[in-house]
């Protein structure tokens, strides 16, 4: 992969892990995904009642926590929209770079927003 990391450069801070600090930094680095994320946390707190468990919640939680951080951060979202645009390919070692490059990206989003 030939991207460079552009450390340091955020479009906004990280937000808190809370539902409405969720909403409002994905209001500024993706809009269009403010339906799906009203969706999904929907799902959640049906579960959450259903399960009698908090679980469905945190998992909402870190889930949009982690894509935010990859939508904020131009270095992940350009390494992930490569990664994506090329996990289809035919030829089976971009693809499986994409695969290996998509995991590292969602893993060093999900580490830095667990802390």
Same mark, same amino acid.
């Given at each position: ?22 909403? %409002?930094?994905?209001? #500024?680095? @993706?809009?269009? $995904?403010?339906? *799906?994320?009203? =969706?999904?946390? &929907? ?13 469905? %919640?945190?998992?909402? #939680?870190? @889930?949009?926590? $982690?894509?935010? *951080?990859?939508? =904020?951060?131009? &270095? ?17 070692? #971009? ?21």
């Amino acid at each position: 992969m030939s991207i460079q990391a552009d450390c340091g450069h955020e479009l906004v801070p990280r937000p808190e892990q809370t539902p409405d600090a969720l909403r %409002v930094a994905l209001a #500024v680095v @993706a809009p269009g $995904r403010l339906a *799906e994320m009203q =969706r999904t946390k &929907d799902n959640a707190f049906a579960k959450a009642v259903e399960w009698q468990s908090v679980s469905p %919640v945190r998992s909402w #939680v870190l @889930a949009w926590a $982690r894509d935010i *951080e990859i939508a =904020r951060r131009p &270095d992940l979202s350009a390494r992930y929209a490569w990664a994506s645009g090329n996990l289809e390919r035919e030829e089976p070692d #971009v693809a499986g770079e994409a695969l290996r490059e998509l995991t590292a990206v969602l893993n060093e989003a999900m580490t830095a927003v667990r802390g």
